[in-house]
């Protein structure tokens, strides 16, 4: 009996110490460990792309351009209404993308609706550097990286 006490006790603790946790930095913390320095190092760009999370629509596929300059990747999106996209998720997203991996100049988000309507959302590195000054830096901790996520909203995303 006390042996049986005690196991549910351990459990019930186990449960709070891993609710506490704050899911935002896990997420970042995840994310930053898929830091690559080649676009061509497909197993970690499927996993960006998989990790980083998106309101509202549902992933389709990716293309990595990594045949000559520039490098990148385009992402094709799925949502019933065009009309309910969550652009700071777009934003956000190709940001922490070209922040991660080294040598990808560009990412392009792609979106389709349920009716054929359609949104692209485009960026660049260049773009970024030229709004928030050069960030190679501070990528070289996740602390740094954690600077660079507060930065985000001060980007503007090319949007057709």
Do not use: H, W
């Not at 186990?14 to 497909?42: A, P, Q, S």
């Not at 629509?57 to 000559?68: C, P």
Request: hydrophobic share 40%.
């Amino acid at each position: 009996m006390i042996k049986k006490l005690f196991f549910i006790i351990f459990f019930i603790s186990i449960i709070f110490v891993g609710c506490n946790k704050d899911d935002n930095l896990d997420y970042l913390e995840n994310l930053y460990n898929l830091k690559t320095n080649y676009i061509g190092d497909v197993s970690k760009i499927g996993n960006i792309f998989e990790n980083l999370q998106y309101q509202n629509v549902e992933k389709k596929d990716m293309k990595i351009i990594s045949d000559k300059r520039p490098f990148g990747l385009v992402k094709n999106f799925y949502i019933n209404d065009i009309n309910d996209i969550n652009e700071n998720d777009f934003i956000k997203n190709s940001v922490i993308f070209l922040f991660l991996v080294d040598n990808a100049d560009f990412i392009t988000s792609y979106i389709v609706d349920s009716n054929g309507n359609d949104l692209t959302y485009n960026l660049s590195k260049e773009s970024i550097i030229e709004q928030i000054g050069d960030f190679k830096d501070n990528l070289n901790s996740y602390d740094g990286f954690k600077d660079l996520i507060s930065k985000i909203n001060e980007i503007k995303i090319e949007k057709s």
